[in-house]
């Protein structure tokens, strides 16, 4: 039978909880259809950083290495100073495991979810490709006269020819096989007659961040002639996020870099129905791809049942597919579009009518 290993890190406060019912659910359509997962755990996290002063000890990224996937809780506990663990952690696997995009498909799966008026799920379904190891993140800058009253606080952001072009070739790709190849709807006439079947939209500050997305501009038309059928479009990030409310439907896919991408997905993740449901990849499609769910540790959640394990269970379907278990992820999505649509009250944790195990239970018995 085929056989994946994949390392699990619960993490912090309410991580373990929806790991566990992404584990149920990856489970049950692993039985359904035909293979097994091993799940390796690793306890990093605020708790054993309290206890032994590390974060991550330096055999652990070697250790990571050697699998395919990683599926990852949450990181983030009250008593450790913010930044230590998602740096520690987070940041580092992103960076040293070169997982370098950050994908976030964004769909909403029934109308009463999404604070929007009058948007179902018809209009809100795109994805979001974020470069995710350059950018403001790489930690490059420093202080001058730190303390003194001439301060400066530099904070710079690294785009690299390879590193930019990299993640635009991986969003074009996407692009191709989004929606299953079939074409996207938001099309207009003039579009189809051109030959074009999917958008995707580089979000970025051409008008002020002249150096970077300069870069990214002239990479992603010359990379762009490779691909007769996407149709090139543009948005400055502050445009994207007011189209996000007012007109969501107008995205298929977008791309951007590290620091908008955290930005704009936030916003997504509320209209898709909130942390409840939103999940990411961060991907190295040659390497060891890390998959999370959105919400973070919600630590004063923890342990009372009530959490939303969606986004986990999203999460873990997400993993299936970049494993190549494609029926396998669309089983689990079916199944949660399914259940949300038929037992659950509320996506808001505390709301939902059932409790977090009873929910992985519900989609894992859908499976
Ligand atoms: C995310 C998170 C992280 C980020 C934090 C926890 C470092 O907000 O995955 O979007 O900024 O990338
Ligand atoms: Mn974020």
Redesign the pocket.
Same mark, same amino acid.
């Given at each position: 039978m085929k056989t994946y290993d994949i390392a699990l890190i619960g993490g912090d406060g309410t991580g373990p909880e929806v790991a566990a019912e992404g584990i149920k659910v990856a489970n049950a359509a692993a039985n359904k259809f035909g293979f097994k997962i091993n799940w390796h755990p690793y306890d990093f996290g605020g708790e054993r950083y309290l206890k032994t002063g590390e974060v991550l000890p330096d055999s652990a990224v070697g250790e990571l290495r050697k699998f395919k996937a990683i599926f990852l809780g949450a990181v /983030?506990h009250p008593q450790v100073k913010p930044g230590i663990l998602?740096?520690g952690i %987070? %940041?580092r696997l992103r960076f040293e495991l070169e997982q370098y995009i950050?994908l976030r498909p964004v769909k909403l799966y029934r109308a009463q979810d999404c604070p929007l008026k009058d948007k179902g799920p018809e209009h809100v379904d795109f994805t979001v490709v974020r470069e995710n190891n350059e950018g403001l993140?790489t930690g490059a800058g420093g202080f001058l006269f730190k303390g003194t009253p001439h301060e400066v606080a530099l904070q710079e952001s690294v785009n690299t020819r390879r590193g930019v072009e990299r993640c635009l070739k991986y969003a074009f790709e996407l692009a191709k096989k989004q929606r299953g190849g079939k074409p996207w709807k938001g099309l207009k006439p003039e579009d189809v007659s051109a030959g074009k079947t999917t958008q995707l939209t580089l979000c970025g500050k051409t008008n002020v961040l002249t150096y970077a997305f300069d870069l990214w501009e002239r990479a992603f038309h010359e990379l762009g002639a490779n691909y007769p059928t996407v149709k090139r479009d543009y948005a400055h990030v502050d445009a994207t996020c007011m189209w996000f409310v007012k007109n969501p439907e107008w995205f298929d896919v977008i791309v951007t870099d590290n620091m908008f991408g &955290?930005i704009i997905? &936030?916003i997504a993740a509320m209209i898709q129905g909130g942390l409840g449901v939103a999940a /990411?990849g961060n991907i190295n499609p040659e390497g060891t791809s890390m998959f999370e769910p959105?919400g973070g540790s919600a630590p004063k959640y923890t342990g009372q049942n009530v959490i939303n394990p969606i986004a986990a269970i999203n999460a873990a379907g997400m993993m299936l597919d970049f494993l190549g278990e494609s029926q396998a992820a669309a089983a689990i999505e079916a199944a949660v579009v399914k259940i949300i649509n038929t037992k659950i009250q509320s996506l808001a944790a505390g709301k939902m009518g059932y409790g977090t195990r009873e929910v992985g239970d519900l989609v894992a018995a859908a499976v």
């Open positions: /983030g998602e740096k %987070l %940041l950050n993140y &955290d997905t &936030d /990411g959105m």
